[in-house]
């Protein structure tokens, strides 16, 4: 597609991890929503463009117009970046990310108008600094990832918005308020070759009749309940409720679904071991009858995807990622209920340990998820 010859080209450098990716989506909705007739090119880094193409808004209409896959990392990378997104001339940027090396990688392309968290000692490079929340004693507010970037959609769009974004109180220990309306929910496309690679996998994988996904990994050891109680739960959902389960994982976390699918009596399948990926995940939690997962991407990708969670958090608070679905689909348990709302999980890693987190109340978690679906 040609950019229009003029200066409606707008840059959004997205985030590299796959669950602010989703979280991202209200905010990218809504700029294609507010700017109907601009150009809307994304920096993306490999894998993120993959598993948002073809995104759109409720009525139909693409959001991204280009899709630059770039790695802006290491001393060559801002340099690189730059080259792939110069010849757009593209007239403002929002950088959804954080870094030094993407503010960079947008200052070196020539982008006039560069807006961003003014995080990473790279606020010199923006050219509108937005300012995230600090408390008292100098450590980053907890604020929903998607309130953070629907506030930074907000910049964008309205010069006389206010940099500075609030805080929201801390009055229950599972979730707080976020900032995007009611109905601006995530959203995630699932495009033919989604469709087809799930496929792939089922035929592979043998899968047959009504599943259940377990995701017992997490970029973070600390994050991951314990491999037994995961094999112990495959076993809960095949015996009480017939579902065929699922083990997703990433490829290196292809041996820990094994050593669970090992462990488990019913033998839960392994999808990592059948050219399994972002895409076939969509379409199979899509799919699924409910997840449960840590606080890892595929739970962002689940419920973007409308499929039921029970979500497992330890020592990073859950008010972080608190996202735009309704309690009812989603049932978040803690390793510390007793810990006072005003307090924050990662503070208390050891209190707040996952594995703090009793089989018994998983199981009946997901029992009431199920029976009430």
């Known amino acids: 597609m040609t950019p229009p010859n003029n200066d409606n080209r707008v840059l959004l450098v997205l985030p590299s991890w796959v669950g602010d990716a989703c979280m991202v989506t209200p905010a990218l909705v809504h700029i294609r929503e507010s700017l109907p007739g601009a150009f809307i090119g994304a920096m993306a880094r490999p894998g993120i463009d993959r598993l948002l193409e073809g995104l759109d808004t409720p009525s139909g209409k693409p959001v991204i117009d280009e899709l ?10 801002p340099k690189h970046a730059a080259a792939r997104v110069r010849p757009r001339r593209y ?6 990310t954080g870094s030094f090396s993407t503010a960079l990688a947008v200052r070196v392309a020539g982008v006039p108008e560069r807006i961003g968290y003014d995080r990473d000692g790279r606020g010199f490079l923006l050219t509108r600094r937005l300012k995230p929340p600090r408390t008292d004693r100098g450590d980053w507010a907890v604020v929903p990832a998607v309130s953070y970037y629907w506030h930074a959609a907000r910049a964008l769009l309205d010069p006389h918005a206010p940099d500075s974004l609030d805080a929201p109180a801390l009055s229950d220990r599972t979730r707080v308020s976020i900032e995007p309306p009611p109905d601006a929910a995530m959203r995630l496309p699932i495009t033919h070759t989604d469709n087809a690679e799930a496929a792939a996998v089922r035929a592979s994988a043998g899968i047959q009749g009504p599943t259940a996904i377990l995701n017992p990994g997490g970029n973070n050891p600390a994050k991951r309940w314990p491999a037994d109680r995961f094999a112990a739960l495959a076993d809960h959902l095949a015996d009480r409720h017939g579902l065929t389960v699922l083990l997703n994982g990433s490829p290196a976390e292809a041996e820990l679904c094994r050593q669970i699918a090992a462990s488990a009596r019913t033998q839960p399948l392994v999808l990592p071991d059948h050219a399994h990926t972002l895409g076939s995940l969509k379409a199979l939690a899509r799919d699924a009858r409910i997840m449960v997962t840590n606080d890892t991407g595929p739970r962002h990708i689940a ?7 029970v979500s497992l958090f330890g020592p990073t608070d859950p008010r972080w990622t608190t996202i735009p679905v309704p309690p009812e689909r989603e049932a978040i348990l803690v390793a510390d209920e007793t810990l006072p709302p005003d307090q924050v ?23 009431g998820m199920l029976m009430g679906a």
């Open 68 to 77: 630059h896959t770039v790695r802006p990392s290491g001393v060559m990378g």
């Open 91 to 96: 007239a403002r940027a929002l950088l959804f």
């Open 303 to 309: 419920a973007a995807v409308g499929t039921p969670l």
């Open 345 to 367: 999980s990662n503070d208390h890693p050891q209190r707040c340990a996952i594995e703090h987190i009793p089989l018994d109340a998983v199981i009946a978690a997901t029992d």
